[in-house]
């Protein structure tokens, strides 16, 4: 009886660890996303998509709404997060601006979705805009 009761002790200890290790272990690993503050360059493949790279050189397809023209070669791009910080995830309802220039006027597109894609290839640094 005397080793009982440390025994117990030990076995409800270890069972009440199992249960609070249990939620941390069965939630997901956070997904990654592109912020605001971490792009790096892009590469427009119509006037939908985007193709953007972080300074992790991680790349995300970003679909923009209908409606924005002519995205084939700008030089700048900016992008407006929810949060305003630049430290969000830029996600579905934020927007890419497209400044003014070369006789377009400046556009403001409607983000649709933002997907992470793999890491990129050497012959995707050949195309497209990287910011220095």
């Not at 601006?97 to 640094?125: F, H, M, N």
Request: net charge positive; proline share 7%.
């Amino acid at each position: 009886m005397r080793y009982f009761v440390p025994a117990a002790a030990a076995a409800l200890l270890m069972a009440g660890a199992a249960l609070t290790a249990s939620p941390a272990a069965a939630q997901p690993r956070q997904q990654m996303c592109l912020q605001q503050n971490m792009v790096n360059g892009w590469k427009v493949i119509n006037d939908q998509t985007l193709i953007v790279t972080d300074r992790v050189n991680r790349q995300y397809q970003v679909n923009l709404m209908r409606g924005c023209r002519d995205l084939k070669w700008p030089m700048r791009l900016g992008f407006q997060s929810g949060t305003g910080f630049g430290i969000g995830c830029i996600q579905r309802h934020d927007f890419v601006y497209v400044p003014p220039g070369g006789g377009q006027i400046a556009q403001r597109c409607l983000i649709e979705s933002v997907q992470p894609l793999g890491k990129p290839t050497p012959t995707d640094y050949n195309s497209g805009y990287r910011r220095r």
